[in-house]
C-alpha cells in the first residue's frame, strides 16, 4: 500500500494566525459561516475558526489512488482548555474512508474506489465546533491481485496479465502464492500453521520477483489487495465434495483482507490425451472433466456468496478447443501452452476483473499469429459471457490461408522453454497430440500443413542455460537460439539398448510434389559421442536412417563447429498417399547415454 504523510509547518503557525487575524480586518478571502466561524479558503491548509479558537488541516483538499492512504496532520488552538478530540465522517466509505490514527494528532483517508466525496472533520469546543470539510478525489491507482494457488494459476496470471493491462492504462500488481499441485485442505493447514511453505512470485511494473519459505500471511499483508483468487488443485477441481476447507479459507482470507474481493478460479478440463493421473478420475474424457468443473465452480461460488467473481478459464480453454487449434491448448496434458494458452487464460482474467472487453487489446506477444490472437480473446470474452457453457467459435474453424500451394519454406522450432518469434512456429509440447496445428510458412502465411506429435517421446529438453547466444546458420537457414536450444527427447537407460521412436506427423501435404526437410539437433554442453540421434522419415517410401552426434562441450566448441555435422538432410521426400510424412527419431545406445532429440525441422517445396 501506498502512503504519504502531509503536514502542517508549525514554524508557521504563529504567522498563520497573524495571518488569520489581518485577513478579518480586510476581508475578501475568508468565507464566512456566521458573525464568528471564518474558513480561509486561500492558502493550502485548512483553517478553520471559531470564536476565537482554531483548526489547521494540513490540505484543503485531498486527491488519492485506490488503494492508496494519506495521512494529515490536525491541529487545534487559541483556547488553552481545548482538546484536540476528533471525530471523522466519510460522506460516502464507498469511496473514500478516514479515520483518526492513535495517537489523535492525525487522520488517515484511504482510497476505496474511483470518485469524489467529502470528510469530514470535527472537533468540539465549549460553544460551537470545529468542523472542516475536505473534498476527496479518489482515481484509479494499481489493481492488486493476488491469486493463491498452484502452477495453474502460474499459467494464468504470471505472464501476459500484466501487458494486457498496461496496454490499456491499467497498472497491475500481481501476486501468486506457488505451491505445485497445492489443493484446499493444504491452503488452510497452511494458512492456521503460518507454514513458510510458498514460493511467492511478484510482478510489478513488469517484472517478476521469487521469494522462497513465503508464509500466506506475509503475502496477505503485502499489498492491500483488491482481489484474491482461489482454486482447487486441478485433478480435485470437478469434485465438489473436496471443497471442504473452502470456508474457513474464506474467513481466515476477510479476517486479515477484509476490503478485498474474493474471486474463483475455475480452471481447465485436460487435453484428451493427457497422462495425468487424476484424469481416470473423469473417465478419461475431457468433457466429462470440463462439464464437473463447472458444475464444482458454480456451487462454490453459489454456496460461499463472499466470493465475488468466477473467473472462467477453463470455459475460455473449452472455447478456443472448438477452433482450428483444436486441442492444443496443453503442453504436457495439463498445464496450458505457453503462448496462446496462457495468453488465453491472461485474457479472461484481465475481462473479468477490470470489466472492459479484451477483444481488440492491443497487446500480445510476438510468438503470437495475429489470427490466434483473435481466437483467444474471442474465447476469453465469450468465456466471460457464458461462464457456464462451451461456445463453439464458427468463425475460426480454420486460418485465412493466402494459398493452398506451399511457394515458402517452412521453419517449426521444438521445445517449450525458448519461443521463437515468427515465421517460426513452435510446438511445445512431447505428448501425443489428436490435433495437428496449422503451420504458417516464412512469409507468415497460413498454410494447409499440419504437424502434431504422434508419441514416443519421453520429455521436453530446457537447455542448459550457459548457450551462447548466436544464431546457428547451416543449409541456408538461420536458426536462432530459441530454435536451438530446447527440444524434444526421446530417452533411456544407457546400456539397455536404442530408444524410440518418437514419432511426428506431417500432413496435408500436396502428394504429387517433392519436399527437402531438414532436422537440426544440437546438445550444448554435450560430449560429442555421448548421445547419438538417428532420423527416418516415412512417406511414400522410408528414407535411410541418417544419425546426428548432438553433443557441443562448450563455448569454444560451439564456436568452431561445422553446424553441417549437427543436421540431417533429406532430399526429395515425397509424401505419402494422404499426404503424410512421418519423421521417426530414436536414441543410439552409446554406452554412455541413450537419447535421441529434435531441436528445429525445416520443409521446403522443391521446385
Not at 468542523?131 to 502460474?154: C, H, K, Y
Request: hydrophobic letters at 40%.
Amino acid at each position: 500500500m501506498t502512503m504519504k504523510t502531509i503536514k502542517w509547518n508549525n514554524n508557521f503557525l504563529l504567522a498563520g494566525l497573524l495571518f488569520i487575524v489581518s485577513l478579518f480586518s480586510v476581508g475578501g478571502v475568508l468565507v464566512s459561516c456566521s458573525e464568528s466561524e471564518k474558513i480561509v479558503t486561500q492558502i493550502e491548509e485548512k483553517i478553520v475558526y471559531v470564536d476565537g479558537k482554531w483548526m489547521v488541516v494540513a490540505s484543503k483538499e485531498v486527491t488519492v489512488t485506490t488503494g492508496e492512504t494519506v495521512t494529515l496532520s490536525v491541529t487545534v488552538g487559541g483556547d488553552e482548555n481545548l482538546k484536540p478530540e476528533y471525530t471523522c465522517t466519510s460522506e460516502n466509505p464507498n469511496i473514500a474512508t478516514v479515520a483518526v490514527d492513535a495517537d489523535g494528532k492525525n487522520v488517515t483517508i484511504t482510497g476505496v474506489s474511483v470518485g469524489n466525496t467529502f470528510i469530514t472533520i470535527e472537533c468540539p469546543t465549549d460553544t460551537k465546533p470545529l468542523v472542516a470539510t475536505i473534498p476527496v478525489t479518489v482515481e484509479q491507482g494499481a489493481i492488486r491481485i493476488l491469486a493463491i494457488g498452484n502452477s495453474f494459476s502460474q499459467d494464468a496470471v504470471e505472464q501476459y496479465l500484466y501487458e494486457l493491462g498496461a496496454a490499456v492504462g491499467h497498472d497491475f500488481i500481481i501476486g501468486n502464492m506457488y505451491i505445485g499441485g497445492c489443493d484446499l485442505d493444504r491452503h488452510l493447514a497452511n494458512l492456521q500453521s503460518d507454514a513458510e511453505a510458498y514460493e511467492y512470485r511478484k510482478v510489478v511494473d513488469g517484472e517478476k520477483v521469487l521469494k522462497n519459505k513465503y508464509k500466506l500471511s506475509q503475502a496477505l499483508a503485502d499489498e492491500s489487495w483488491d482481489y484474491i483468487s482461489l482454486q482447487q488443485a486441478s485433478g480435485k477441481s470437478g469434485k465438489y465434495d473436496t471443497y471442504t476447507a473452502l470456508a474457513d479459507l474464506i474467513a481466515g482470507i476477510q479476517a486479515r483482507c477484509p476490503q478485498a474481493k474474493l474471486m474463483w478460479h475455475q480452471t481447465w478440463a485436460y487435453a484428451s490425451s493427457s497422462t495425468h493421473e487424476s484424469f481416470p478420475d473423469y473417465d478419461s474424457n475431457q468433457m466429462t472433466m470440463y462439464n464437473a468443473i463447472v458444475s464444482a465452480a458454480r456451487q462454490a461460488v453459489t454456496n460461499h456468496t463472499a466470493l465475488n467473481l468466477l473467473i472462467p478459464s477453463g470455459t475460455a480453454i473449452q472455447n478456443g478447443r472448438t477452433s482450428f487449434l483444436g486441442d492444443a491448448f496443453n503442453r504436457d496434458g495439463y498445464h496450458l501452452e505457453v503462448t496462446y494458452g496462457r495468453y488465453t487464460a491472461a485474457c479472461t482474467w484481465f475481462e473479468m476483473i477490470t470489466g472492459q472487453n479484451v477483444v481488440g487489446n492491443p497487446y500480445a506477444p510476438e510468438t503470437i499469429d495475429p489470427q490466434v490472437v483473435k481466437i483467444a480473446q474471442n474465447a476469453a470474452h465469450y468465456a466471460v459471457q457464458k461462464p457456464d457453457e462451451v461456445t463453439d467459435m464458427v468463425n475460426f474453424k480454420e486460418p485465412e490461408l493466402s494459398d493452398t500451394e506451399l511457394k515458402a519454406p517452412i521453419y517449426i522450432d521444438f521445445g517449450p522453454t525458448s519461443l521463437s518469434a515468427t515465421p517460426w512456429n513452435n510446438i511445445t509440447s512431447h505428448q501425443e497430440s489428436s490435433t495437428s496445428s496449422w503451420i504458417k510458412d516464412a512469409e507468415n502465411n497460413y498454410t494447409n500443413i499440419g504437424v502434431r506429435v504422434l508419441g514416443g517421446f519421453t520429455a521436453t529438453h530446457a537447455g542448459v542455460g550457459s548457450e551462447p547466444a548466436s544464431p546457428v546458420t547451416v543449409d541456408g537457414v538461420e536458426f536462432p537460439l530459441t530454435a536451438w536450444k530446447d527440444g524434444l527427447l526421446v530417452g533411456g537407460e544407457k546400456n539397455k539398448g536404442d530408444v524410440g521412436p518418437g514419432r511426428i506427423e506431417i500432413s496435408q501435404l500436396d502428394a504429387a510434389r517433392k519436399y527437402n526437410i531438414t532436422i537440426l539437433a544440437i546438445r550444448f554442453n554435450g560430449s560429442k559421442d555421448a548421445r547419438i540421434s538417428s532420423y527416418k522419415l516415412i512417406g511414400k517410401t522410408e528414407s535411410a536412417v541418417k544419425e546426428v552426434k548432438t553433443g557441443i562441450k562448450d563455448v569454444a566448441a560451439f564456436n568452431a563447429a561445422n553446424f553441417e555435422e549437427y543436421i540431417a538432410k533429406f532430399e526429395n521426400v515425397e509424401p505419402d498417399s494422404e499426404g503424410k510424412v512421418i519423421v521417426e527419431v530414436k536414441g543410439i545406445d552409446t554406452g554412455l547415454a541413450a537419447e535421441g532429440h529434435i531441436n528445429a525441422l525445416c520443409i521446403s517445396p522443391v521446385k
